[in-house]
């Protein structure tokens, strides 16, 4: 892939930051409502589990700020990070859906890598 000029670079890593921080106030903002709901109605509708999620990122930067990422969301939380080989243990609260839990998680690093790591080296 031929590198592409430095303004449009830079535009591209403006524009997959943006899409970083709208992807993540939606996880958020839906964890938030999830913990909300589950507080102020009867009952339990808590489905709590413990997934390993394995990662993409390389770097111990990159690992750590996936980890923070889902940490500070509400009703998650990484309880163990490994570097060798990349991987998070993360406990979720409202995980019925293991598999569609560690697809958000994916999309979540997808956009994290795009935004952290110059444009054209994302995939490796």
Do not use: C, Q
């Not at 903002?29 to 507080?39: T, W």
């Not at 994916?106 to 054209?120: H, S």
Request: proline share 8%; glycine share 8%; no cysteine.
């Amino acid at each position: 892939m031929r590198a592409a000029d430095p303004p449009r670079r830079a535009a591209l890593r403006v524009w997959r930051t943006a899409v970083l921080v709208l992807f993540y106030a939606r996880f958020f903002l839906r964890s938030n409502v999830e913990v909300i709901v589950e507080v102020l109605t009867p009952g339990s509708g808590l489905a709590p589990a413990v997934v390993r999620l394995p990662l993409r990122s390389r770097t111990v930067l990159e690992i750590a700020t996936m980890a923070h990422l889902i940490s500070l969301s509400p009703g998650a939380l990484v309880l163990e990070a490994r570097a060798d080989p990349p991987e998070l243990y993360v406990h979720g609260m409202h995980v019925a859906d293991p598999k569609g839990f560690l697809a958000e998680l994916g999309g979540l690093e997808e956009r994290l890598l795009g935004a952290m790591r110059p444009v054209g080296r994302e995939a490796s």
